[in-house]
């Protein structure tokens, strides 16, 4: 393509990236490196239906002063990044030089926000992620053998967790695991503990919400297979029959090479997609036993006093992370684009 | 690009809108202007917000917006000029994040020109000036299944010593497995719990007059255990409880004794399906002592509405009419449905049955909600950070000590800490 039509050709493209993509994340970064102004206090007597008590208040007229002075606020730089809120550097080295194994180290670690939100993500996103695939293959295989007419129908069902809304998906099986709910009873009366509740220890509430995740996203990669399966080529399977091949070498040796890259393509959208793991959370009332930077950001804003520099800063390190975990794609399409030129 | 969105992905609250269809002016003194309410969702707020409605007409226009998300949107809604939410309904707590960011008005001309129905208490001042009308007082308070007790040969306990030995009698006679409820969900309402705790063992936030934390202190830590030692009478999965589900287990018969809001208490065996030995044994008691303390581990609040400051003059005094007729005394308390829904500040008030807890609250001394613009940091980092120790995982000490570190972190970017 000459470079002046590309050029006319992406335009749209380019403009709406500017405008929806790039602009916001200059903001959010402008945001992180800038402070809210020092709030100026003052004494005031406040009355109200229980009597009078003096009690602090932030001078608005002072403070408004400072705010027309400098709008964006008192530039912080790395601050914000390096305070215990979010990558935690003094307390982190703190922690190193004060105790002496490594499990005591992360032990520390683990009392940290930004640690303990990422030892869950990291722990839900790669064990997710190649456990939905399988299942997603598994699906996707078992339904293209199946007769013309009940497909459709189990298609259907297996899309449904899909299309159910993830805050409402994650409340029914939150129910569900009660310890008055259908599957809490049952793995109860399985391990023969009538105290037993999953809502209360760490371990099951995490094995809990991986398999939501893993039941949640599993449509989506057997959609993608299921449409691959399509594209296998007739010629080389039947050959493969022929030379005597079982079902499973079939699948091994002709069928899962064919759908390699439609398995990069899913692992890629799922690890991003999990890496921001949030509906869940809030649906399962987790917070106690599992944090993400998404739940984060959404606790920093949620409170009494939003703590809008503090979530622009999360923020910036959830693109960071999505980044790093886009890095090996992002190579492979630089040496690609090299190897083209 | 999918994922790019995501990371700029603030709280999206749920928000049901209503539009007043209704053109009956009656009582009402508004001729035109908007009216937008934004506010929290429980029953006697609902009434006070369709009072309001009712202002509706020709040339008014009145919008509710009542979800329990309010406080995720009010700001948001009243920063731009012209303000999205013409008035606010908020409690001592939420007004300081309004205040701080300075979106709504004084009121001290409006309730010169139409005010004279309010009664003085009923008026918030802050500086001198007029910036809330109440129009509610609440309290965390004791209720309790009194046929339990008695079966128990129990009296009703008035320290929270009292409710672990009563809650220990009751387990061990086979009458509740887990006799004690509480809304100790993490985040807010844990943090609820403690700040409960912490002022009736006589503690305080603050270090005087400054923003410094003083939580990592004698009283923090008998406040944390005797949370601690409450939470081995409930239900294992108390830090998903907040104060709905804690109702629920109440109507279900599950629990004895629990320290609940008051607001909520009028209403508490209304709902559909509650057996009946729990609508008979349902009673209501004052806030209990702890630590033999004399001032009841419980706060006070009031519930009232502010008017936004970016609106034209003309909308806000539309929205203070249409307010006073939401809370006018003649209307909620003729009915004897929307007398008990709350304990209301207003003129010719009578405490019903129900009031009794807000009301020994309010006669034993109880603490109201500080109104400090840094509270809300305090009281996020206490909600955070509280989980680990009630869940075994460290100590009171340890757990104090990040509540302080986390709040420390957060009031230094908010300007309130060098």
């Not at chain 1, 503990?193 to 760490?202: G, I, Q």
């Not at chain 2, 007043?20 to 908007?34: L, N, Q, S, Y």
């Not at chain 2, 003649?330 to 009031?355: F, H, M, N």
């Amino acid at each position: 393509m000459k470079h002046r039509t590309f050029f006319w050709f992406f335009l749209p493209t380019g403009l709406a990236m500017l405008v929806f993509i790039a602009f916001p994340i200059v903001s959010v970064l402008m945001q992180s490196v800038f402070l809210p102004h020092e709030a100026v206090l003052i004494e005031t007597e406040n009355c109200g239906p229980f009597g009078c008590k003096v009690e602090t208040a932030i001078d608005q007229e002072a403070t408004n002063k400072l705010r027309e002075a400098a709008p964006l606020g008192r530039f912080a730089g790395l601050e914000i990044y390096k305070d215990r809120g979010h990558l935690a550097f003094s307390e982190v080295g703190e922690a190193w030089r004060t105790t002496d194994s490594l499990g005591a180290f992360f032990s520390e670690l683990g009392d940290l926000p930004f640690y303990r939100a990422m030892a869950f993500t990291l722990t839900y996103t790669f064990v997710c992620t190649p456990l939905l695939i399988a299942l997603g293959f598994a699906v996707a295989v078992g339904v293209n053998s199946l007769n013309q007419r009940l497909k459709g129908l189990v298609i259907f069902f297996s899309l449904l967790p899909m299309i159910v809304t993830p805050l409402v998906g994650s409340l029914i099986l939150f129910w569900m695991i009660d310890s008055r709910g259908v599957l809490g009873n049952f793995i109860s009366y399985l391990a023969n503990d009538p105290s037993l509740s999953l809502k209360a220890s760490t371990p099951l509430m995490w094995i809990s919400l991986i398999i939501y995740g893993i039941w949640s996203s599993a449509p989506f990669a057997f959609v993608v297979f299921y449409a691959g399966l399509q594209t296998v080529p007739q010629d080389t399977l039947e050959s493969a029959q022929i030379d005597g091949a079982t079902r499973w070498q079939r699948i091994r040796y002709v069928v899962i090479p064919h759908l390699m890259p439609l398995v990069t393509f899913v692992a890629l959208i799922q690890l991003m997609d999990n890496f921001r793991v949030f509906e869940p959370i809030v649906g399962f009332n987790a917070e106690a036993h599992a944090t993400s930077l998404s739940w984060i950001i959404f606790n920093d804003l949620s409170g009494e006093t939003q703590q809008l520099s503090a979530a622009a800063t999360t923020s910036v390190l959830t693109i960071l992370g999505v980044a790093v975990l886009l890095s090996p794609v992002l190579v492979r399409t630089w040496r690609d684009f090299k190897g083209g030129h | 690009m999918k994922h790019f969105k995501t990371a700029l992905m603030s709280g999206v609250a749920v928000a049901a809108f209503a539009t007043a269809a209704m053109a009956d002016g009656h009582g009402c003194k508004v001729t035109d202007g908007r009216v937008s309410i934004i506010g929290n969702e429980f029953p006697a707020i609902q009434t006070v917000g369709a009072g309001a409605q009712a202002c509706a007409g020709d040339n008014v226009t009145v919008e509710s917006n009542l979800t329990a998300d309010h406080q995720k949107i009010n700001l948001a809604g009243m920063q731009g000029n012209p303000a999205e939410y013409t008035t606010a309904i908020i409690a001592n707590s939420s007004i300081v994040a309004l205040m701080n960011n300075d979106v709504i008005r004084p009121l001290d001309d409006l309730i010169a020109k139409h005010g004279g129905d309010l009664q003085k208490t009923q008026i918030i001042t802050i500086n001198g000036k007029a910036m809330a009308v109440a129009f509610m007082a609440n309290a965390q308070h004791l209720v309790y299944r009194a046929d339990l007790l008695k079966e128990a040969g129990l009296e009703v306990p008035t320290s929270y010593e009292d409710m672990l030995s009563a809650a220990k009698m009751l387990r061990e006679k086979g009458l509740s497995e887990n006799p004690v409820g509480g809304a100790y969900k993490a985040g807010w309402n844990l943090a609820q719990e403690f700040n409960n705790m912490f002022l009736g063992y006589g503690g305080q936030h603050f270090k005087d007059g400054s923003a410094e934390p003083m939580v990592n202190s004698e009283a923090g830590v008998k406040a944390l255990e005797m949370m601690k030692s409450l939470s081995e009478y409930m239900n294992p999965d108390f830090l998903t409880h907040d104060s709905n589900v804690t109702n629920g287990e109440f109507r279900a018969g599950n629990v004895a004794l629990m320290n609940m809001w008051g607001s909520r208490a009028a209403t508490m065996t209304d709902a559909d399906g509650v057996p009946q030995e729990v609508i008979d044994g349902f009673a209501i008691a004052g806030p209990m002592t702890v630590g033999g303390g004399s001032v009841p581990a419980t706060t006070l609040w009031w519930d009232g509405w502010t008017v936004a400051k970016n609106i034209s003059d003309a909308d806000a005094e539309a929205t203070f009419l249409a307010m006073m007729n939401g809370i006018n005394p003649d209307r909620i308390l003729s009915d004897d449905e929307t007398a008990k829904q709350a304990v209301w500040l207003l003129e010719g008030y009578e405490p019903t049955p129900s009031a009794e807890g807000v009301f020994a609250a309010a006669q034993s001394g109880a603490i109201p909600y500080p109104m400090l613009p840094y509270m809300g940091l305090m009281h996020t980092a206490l909600g955070a950070e509280l989980t680990d120790f009630m869940q075994g995982k460290e100590s009171a000490e340890q757990a104090l000590g990040d509540v302080e570190a986390a709040y420390r972190a957060a009031a230094k970017e908010n300007g309130f800490l060098q």
